[in-house]
T-cell receptor
Framework: ETGVTQTPRHLVMGMTNKKSLKCEQH?????MYWYKQSAKKPLELMFV???????ENNSVPSRFSPECPNSSHLFLHLHTLQPEDSALYLC???????????????FGPGTRLTVL | AQTVTQSQPEMSVQEAETVTLSCTYD???????LFWYKQPPSRQMILVIR??????QNATENRFSVNFQKAAKSFSLKISDSQLGDAAMYFC?????????FGTGTSLTVIP
């Protein structure tokens, strides 16, 4: 399989559940990202990892917990979410975060999350 | 704070015609990168074109070109000879360091 894959593609969970989103990239990249995409709002960058190290956490609530065990895998652990957290969660990867390059981000298909 | 504004929520274009999507951004930096991404319905987002702010020459990729006006902080996308496959949501994006900012998108309809 090539590119960036995400599982599950759809997830419905209650506010007390714990679930995890998974992202895997087969591109040999070293930077990975989580984004939240809500209707009528800009894509929001949540977390950035570079060579497995978290470099950015854009004031994301602690009910979202990222994990990057290696450069190919990225997880987003979810617990006690709120209905307003319902959105499309996109994973992306790029070569790395070296400065001086306009590296392309490759996006996965997203996980459509609904919080009841 | 950096923000990206796409003032056209929806646009339409006749097949084979040309359309321009607008994007403005707010920054106090001089070194940054700009991108246009395309998200077709129910499909993955893909890069259309990119521009380094230090380059004065406008980027082009086949039928896609940009008009980069650094002083005006404007980065519009021109699609020439529009095709049915160009129908998608188009997002303008700004990168500075490890931060990426996207606009709200413009939904482009191509009329046969």
């Amino acid at each position: 399989e090539t590119g960036v894959t995400q599982t599950p593609r759809h997830l419905v969970m209650g506010m007390t559940n714990k679930k995890s989103l998974k992202c895997e990239q087969h591109l040999g990249h070293n930077a990975m990202y989580w984004y939240k995409q809500s209707a009528k709002k800009p894509l929001e960058l949540m977390f950035v990892y570079n060579f497995k190290e978290q470099t950015e956490n854009n004031s994301v609530p602690s009910r979202f917990s990222p994990e990057c065990p290696n450069s190919s895998h990225l997880f987003l652990h979810l617990h006690t979410l709120q209905p307003e957290d319902s959105a499309l969660y996109l994973c992306a990867s790029s070569q790395d975060l070296a400065s001086g390059r306009a590296d392309e981000q490759f996006f996965g298909p997203g996980t459509r999350l609904t919080v009841l | 704070a950096q923000t990206v504004t796409q003032s056209q929520p929806e646009m339409s274009v006749q097949e084979a015609e040309t359309v321009t999507l607008s994007c403005t951004y707010d920054t106090s930096e001089s070194d940054y990168y700009l991108f246009w991404y395309k998200q077709p319905p129910s499909r993955q987002m893909i890069l259309v074109i990119r521009q380094e702010a230090y380059k004065q020459q406008n980027a082009t990729e086949n039928r896609f070109s940009v008009n980069f006006q650094k002083a005006a902080k404007s980065f519009s996308l021109k699609i020439s000879d529009s095709q049915l496959g160009d129908a998608a949501m188009y997002f303008c994006a700004y990168r500075r360091g490890n931060q990426f900012y996207f606009g709200t998108g413009t939904s482009l309809t191509v009329i046969p």
